[in-house]
């Protein structure tokens, strides 16, 4: 008789994980159980494992300041010995398989308490009633998220006839099958050689010769779609796929509701699962991939060569610039999938791209991920600066050394070079800037970089702090902003509009929105106007004239892309509520509130018109899908400290409205100063919810601030 399956390991000792941290990367480690009695678990590893905390219960706070104290007061305890906030990014369905997926092909192993951890996090995070997976962890289940999960699950080692795998199938059958994936997973599943590369929408690196006036040219496209589009290309010219295997060969009769070599695979090149649409193809798309076809049956082999040739040189500057790092999640492990097929496993740069994806990898209460990015470092430290300097926390005894420790770590970070080959590689300038996560990840990201030009000034003027960042760095930083302006006078994310919108109509990749060309956003347009007050205001001669314009314009801006019903639209967060507060930011700059602005007053009373009963805010991503307002189900604490700190800015005069908000996030917080996680707070694309954990104690520490500071500090 054959041996019984051994049953899998439900969870490794989480006693014994710990997380290193230098310069902004966290890595994770899992230590000898003798090595983790000798060291003791910190604070901070403790509280992301989800494991009890030795920390003290507080006094009871009696006035509103007594609760943000209280919560700097546990979020000091996280602050790591670099400076920085560690914290998830993740959200997303698709970011753990690309990497486990490459991890397979490139015949590289997953150490087994990572391996374990990675079945447990699917394991959780599946649907619980169908046992699927979305797009997001609280998606519902579509062929993209099951699909690759499924596979994730059966590389990492679950047995086809584990339970959890027997009903994850059931549902991929019931939305019909791997087939009916949508482009980026029948890429996955094509690399992997459990799909056809006949069966997917071509990716032609030709593209790239192109010359770069033409409006399609890759470098003119949203950077994100560049650098996935790059590496996918180089795969898809040359038909790349890994080495066939008894485990690919079962998975081929498993993805599909009919066996693997009846299928006809150029039908389903536009077979999509309903489930999975958000961004349909239009006709233009459709007639485009049939011209692309043609070309893959009589093209250049010449031209493709060549094409290969460049998508490798492109490949090589993303490596290098960012000292192989990469932009994000998805370009990470497709880079080194490439390098791989190029130079080998044994190659300098392959075994660079290895140890940098440790960079991704986080592990949580649920288990362990491939994050968004390599981390929000930056974003979350320079909020957190501006909420306990605004709250006068700052200045108290306890709290200086976790500030002094915040200020060196934004310093640290400011990129002070520009790319190697900028040009060659379609990079804007990068001096003065400041990325999302850390320093060598290299990109620019517009209100990152103006939100720790805010940070930076409220810190270096407490009583207590030297000056760090001179001023002739903060100018770079200017400088940077004022060119990245567009014509319609908003400021979108790493780059100006580089190209037409009409290239959303050839949007191939069918779960997303919005993801060609850079956009202007009302939340990184008011950033910048901000930013640039802050430096304008303490240089008020250096480009006075072009600051002036540029927040001219960016006004104008932001009236313009106000609703009907007063709100703005947020893209990076969710959503109405989001970027009504960026909106009301902007106007009060300018000294437009209430009381003598018809869009500030609209602002407000869109706000109000959604203040639920128990005095909260409470806002569904589905608003992100919709583009229409959509309640949570609860109210949430990050979405009301964004409500009444829209409020206050504006000058909104009847204050109960704001201290029922106030005291539904005192109301909320726990006896040890924390705020426990709610719903998932950001987004990208439209339809990708990510989380941003550190949100719950910026904010709400920044809305308890606010209001003391403006109304005086209250009881309860």
Known sequence: ???????????????????????????????????????????????????????????????????????????KRLQCTDGHFAG????????????????????????????????????????????????????????????????TLRLLGVPADHPAAVKARQTLHGLGGAAASPAWAKFWLSVLGVYEYEGMNPVPPELWLLPYSAPIHPGRWWIHTRMVYLPMGFVYGQRLKGEETELTRALRQELYTQPYDTIRWSKQCNNVAKSDVFYPHTMLLDGLN?????????????LRKWAI????????????????????????????????FRLGADS????????????????????????????????????????????????????????????????????????ENREKCYRDATKGAWPFSRRDQ???????????????????????????????RLRDSVDLLLRMQNSDGGFATYEKTRSFKFLEWINPAEVFGDIMVEYSYPECTTA??????????RNPDYRAADIAKATDLGIKYIKKVQKADGSWFGSWAICFTYATWFGLEALASVGEYYDNSDPARRGCEFLISIQREDGGWGESYKSCETNTYHPHAQTQVVQTAWAVMALMAAKYPHKEAIRRGIDLIAS???????????????????????VYPNYKFCFSIWALGRYARIYGDERL
């Open 1 to 75: 008789m054959p041996a019984k399956p051994q049953p899998l390991p439900t969870s490794t000792d989480l006693n014994r994980w710990r997380l290193e941290t230098v310069d902004g990367r966290q890595i994770w480690k899992y230590i000898s159980a003798k090595e983790a009695a000798a060291n003791p678990q910190p604070i901070v590893d403790k509280y992301w494992l989800g494991l009890d905390l030795d920390v003290p219960t507080l006094p009871r706070p009696r006035t509103v300041k007594a609760v943000a104290r209280n919560g700097f007061e546990f979020l």
């Open 88 to 151: 998830a990014y993740d959200g997303p369905q698709f970011m753990t398989p690309g990497y486990v997926i490459t991890m397979y092909i490139c015949k590289q192993e997953i150490p087994e308490p990572s391996r374990i951890e990675m079945i447990r996090y699917l394991l959780n995070t599946a649907n619980k009633e169908d046992g699927g997976w979305g797009i997001h962890v609280e998606g519902h289940s579509t062929v993209f998220g099951t699909a690759l999960n499924y596979v």
């Open 290 to 302: 049939t011209v692309c076809w043609m070309y893959e049956k009589v093209g250049s082999t010449r």
């Open 309 to 340: 040739e460049e998508s490798w040189k492109q490949l090589q500057m993303e490596d290098e610039n960012t000292k192989f790092g990469n932009l994000a999640c998805v370009n990470k492990p497709l880079n080194m999938l490439c390098t791989y």
């Open 348 to 419: 300098v740069e392959f075994k660079k791209h290895k140890e940098h994806c440790l960079d991704y990898i986080w592990i949580g209460e649920k288990g362990m991920h491939f994050n968004g990015t390599d981390g929000s470092q930056l974003w979350d430290a320079t909020f957190i600066a501006q909420a306990v300097c605004e709250a006068g926390l700052a200045e108290e005894p306890q709290f200086r050394q976790c500030v002094l420790n915040t200020l060196e770590f934004i310093d640290t970070q400011q990129i002070r070079t520009d790319p």
């Open 442 to 472: 290299g990109y620019t990201v517009s209100d990152c970089t103006a939100e720790a030009i805010k940070g930076i000034y409220t810190l270096q003027e407490l009583s207590y702090t030297e000056e760090k960042v001179s001023e002739s």
């Open 528 to 537: 910048v106007l901000l930013g640039l007050k802050a430096y304008h205001e």
């Open 668 to 690: 909320r917080q726990k006896p040890d100063g924390r705020w426990e996680q709610e719903g998932i707070e950001g987004v990208f694309n439209r339809n990708a919810m990510i």
